[in-house]
Nanobody
Framework: QVQLVESGGGSVQAGGSLRLSCVIS????????MAWYRQAPGKQREWIAT???????YYSDSVKGRFTISRDNSENTMSLQLSSLKPEDTGVYFC??????????WGQGTQVTVSS
């Protein structure tokens, strides 16, 4: 079974920062583009960032310039640095493979709450 374990969420004020982490099963992580997603209250889960095996990075327009994705291929982990947070960044954050390669199983995610 694929393991996806997110951590690092919390409650911050607007303008604050958080760093999220994810540990992924080695056999799922290897050579795959990996991504972060988030699900805001009452909304569908949305893609926000991808890091490829070769460390290319892609971001949704909503987080570009504020969030930074990274991965450690030797440790099968990835992280997401959240900066200049806004109330609309509130939601549950998940890690998984990039769109089109996700596993049906999703981890529990980690809650990020941004207050104004």
């Amino acid at each position: 079974q694929v393991q996806l374990v997110e951590s690092g969420g919390g409650s911050v004020q607007a303008g604050g920062s958080l760093r999220l982490s994810c540990v992924i099963s080695r056999n799922f992580f290897n050579f795959k583009p990996m991504a972060w997603y988030r699900q805001a209250p009452g909304k569908q889960r949305e893609w926000i960032a991808t890091a490829t095996w070769g460390y290319n990075k892609y971001y949704s327009d909503s987080v570009k310039g504020r969030f930074t994705i990274s991965r450690d291929n030797s440790e099968n982990t990835m992280s997401l640095q959240l900066s200049s947070l806004k109330p609309e960044d509130t939601g549950v954050y998940f890690c998984n493979a990039a769109p089109g390669e996700t596993t049906r199983y999703w981890g529990q995610g980690t809650q990020v709450t941004v207050s104004s």
